[in-house]
Structures are given as structure tokens and as C-alpha cells.
């Protein structure tokens, strides 16, 4: 049985690209599985092995001690393949290609170049040539590797060597779609309002939460639920007027509460802000959206226009503008033929098109060659 060890110094050990799709998905297949990540205690869930780091408090302290733990523990694991999943192991995958006679996989989840140079945390004199420095990075630890999984299809795919990169798209899971089919919902007199990207920065927070001071449709209300991170914009979200009236933040659930709260909803959020290339990704949250049966506001990059307009999933807007934003909820929310339509045409391309078991074979046949299984 061939050994397959996933790295991430950042992501949780139950993320949903990672653990949920890509992991689960290798152990069912019957190779051996390990996940190394920051965690408080390890163990075996589904199949894979969590191999638990010790979990760092600040930035600093995941760069110095945290990602030297990653490769020291992928050392000991001894695998046949290692499959890391954040620029800050690059230099973990180029060695990890020296050190071992193991295949080495690079998860590009998004474009970093174009997100570092947008981190407010680096000097501003310095971001673009801290930019230039990991797009260097990268390719040279491109070319050191094995091969390359993207999940923003073309566009990402187009930095890489198209011999080595295979595009994983971000499709949702059926296991949670299986049994929210079973289960009736409704949107007439629904004013429930879904944000699933917890408090953080550039991701349209504060922008949904603002725009809940101008949403007109009596009785509406928005849950945000996901992880929060303290900064100071997180902070102001909390003195806008909205806050705890009618927007409240549930902090974090697992998968099996993120589906509940998007079947008890009318209208889910995704509201990324124009920065750091989010235009070119491909976040889980529009296909669990899709999968739920969700109507969604989400940000009017062309990408995201398309599968929503084009496909009548949900609609587009300027997602740097709180009244926009407020007045698309409206719109859906006093319209539940609309919304119960919008719900038929996200689950069914979801079954036709957007599920994850179409990019399980991808996998699978990467591996496969890699490993000659």
C-alpha cells in the first residue's frame, strides 16, 4: 500500500479541499493517508491520519517553528508521495524532492504572487518585490517537482507547465447534497440571510454586514458563520449598527452545520472584495451554495457572473458597495418563486456539473501515474 502524506502549515486539519475532498477521497481509493497539520491532538478519521503540529499563535511563530516541524514530521513519515498546499513550503517541497526518493505535489489553491502583494502585514515598499520573490519561488520549485494541482481552472493553470498541472475545480461534495435532497425547505416568509467566510479581512465581512443597515424586507437577518480573525478591521465590524441586531456571528461549525444553516436559509453571501486576484478563484462556497440549493448575492467578478446569471443561480453585484448588496437581498427575498427557481438550477448543474466525484478521478489518475498503481 502506497504512503501519501498531505502537508499544510496554515489550513485546519478538517478543511474542506484537503481533508474533506482530496484525503478522503485517497484513502477510500486504498492508499495509506496522512495529513500533517497544526492541531491540538492527532488520530484517524476516515481513513486518514492526522499527524497533529503543535499550533503557533502568530505569524512569526508558524514561519520559524511550525514549518520546520511540517518538514522535519514529513521526513519521519517516510511516504511514497508528499502533497503541500502553501507557499510558505515551497522550500519544504524542493527539499523534500532532494532529501527522499518520494514524488512531490504542489496544491497552488490560489495565485500568491498577486495575493502577497496586497498583505497590508508587509511593508509597502517591499510588497511588490516580496511578490516577485515568491512568483520566482514558485517556479523554480515548479520545476523541481513532480506536478502541480490548481483549482481556478485556465487561468491559474496557464503559470504552469501544462505536462505537470492538473485543475482540481473547488466542486462541492454530494455526501451533505444526498441528504438535504431528503429534507422539504421553503422561502415564502423565509428573511434568513447566510454568510459563511467568518470575520476576516478583504472578504466582504464588513461589506454584508453594513449592507444588513439597509436591507428592507422586514424580519431579515443575517448568520455569519466560519472563523474569525482579530484585526482591526474585524474589530470595526463589530461597532457597525447592524451588528448583533440583525447580524450575528456564530463562529465556527463543522460541515454537517454549514449545509444545516444553508437549507434553513433564502439567501447565501459571497461578497470577496477586488483584491489579491480572489476575481480569478474558484471559492467551495459557490458550489456548496449551488449544491444546497441556495440563491446567492456574490461579487460580479466575470467569472462569478457567468455561473450565476448564466446559469440563473443567483446574482451579481458590486460587492464593494453595502447598497448593492442590500438591495440584491431585497430583491430575492420579496421574490421566493424566483429564489425556489434559482434553487432547482443550482442543485441540478450541481448533479450535472459541479460535484466533486468528477474531480476525484482526476485525482486519482494523477496519482496513479505518479505512482505507477
Not at 495565485?111 to 519561488?137: E, M, Q, W
Request: aromatic share 8%; hydrophobic share 40%.
Amino acid at each position: 500500500m502506497k504512503h501519501v502524506v498531505h502537508l499544510t502549515s496554515v489550513n485546519t486539519p478538517f478543511d474542506t479541499r484537503i481533508f474533506m475532498k482530496e484525503c478522503r477521497s485517497l484513502a477510500k481509493a486504498g492508499y495509506k493517508v496522512s495529513l500533517v497539520a497544526q492541531a491540538e491532538k492527532g488520530g484517524v478519521h476516515d481513513g486518514v491520519t492526522i499527524v497533529p503540529v503543535q499550533p503557533c499563535t502568530d505569524r512569526k511563530e508558524r514561519l520559524t517553528r511550525v514549518v520546520p516541524h511540517v518538514f522535519k514530521t514529513a521526513l519521519s513519515l517516510n511516504a511514497d508521495l508528499y502533497h503541500f498546499h502553501n507557499i510558505e513550503l515551497l522550500p519544504v517541497g524542493i527539499l523534500l524532492k532532494g532529501f527522499t526518493r518520494a514524488k512531490v505535489v504542489y496544491d497552488a489553491h490560489e495565485n500568491h504572487p498577486d495575493k502577497v502583494a496586497g498583505k497590508a502585514y508587509i511593508p509597502a515598499p517591499i510588497r511588490k518585490l516580496t511578490a516577485k520573490s515568491v512568483g520566482a519561488l514558485e517556479q523554480i520549485t515548479v520545476f523541481c517537482i513532480d506536478a502541480i494541482v490548481t483549482s481556478i481552472g485556465s487561468r491559474l493553470a496557464a503559470r504552469f507547465p501544462a505536462d505537470k498541472t492538473v485543475i482540481l475545480e473547488n466542486f462541492a461534495l454530494e455526501d451533505m447534497a444526498d441528504l438535504l435532497d431528503q429534507i422539504p425547505r421553503t422561502f415564502e416568509g423565509n428573511t434568513k440571510i447566510l454568510y459563511t467566510g467568518g470575520l476576516r479581512d478583504h472578504i466582504g465581512s464588513y461589506q454584508v454586514v453594513q449592507a444588513m443597515e439597509h436591507v428592507k424586507t422586514p424580519g431579515a437577518h443575517l448568520t455569519i458563520i466560519g472563523q474569525e480573525i482579530d484585526t482591526p478591521e474585524t474589530r470595526a465590524i463589530k461597532q457597525l449598527p447592524a451588528y448583533g441586531k440583525n447580524a450575528e456571528f456564530l463562529g465556527m461549525t463543522d460541515l454537517k452545520g454549514v449545509y444545516e444553516h444553508m437549507h434553513s436559509a433564502a439567501v447565501g453571501l459571497m461578497c470577496l472584495q477586488p483584491l489579491f486576484g480572489y476575481a480569478d478563484t474558484s471559492p467551495n462556497k459557490l458550489y456548496e451554495y449551488m449544491s444546497a440549493g441556495l440563491p446567492m448575492v456574490a461579487s460580479d467578478f466575470p467569472l462569478w457572473k457567468d455561473l450565476l446569471e448564466k446559469d440563473n443561480t443567483g446574482l451579481a453585484v458590486d460587492a464593494t458597495d453595502p447598497q448593492a448588496i442590500a438591495k440584491a437581498i431585497d430583491h430575492l427575498l420579496e421574490n421566493p418563486e424566483l429564489c425556489r427557481k434559482m434553487s432547482e438550477s443550482g442543485k441540478r448543474l450541481f448533479r450535472e456539473k459541479y460535484s466533486w466525484t468528477s474531480q476525484e478521478v482526476k485525482l486519482l489518475d494523477l496519482y496513479q501515474s505518479l505512482l505507477g498503481e
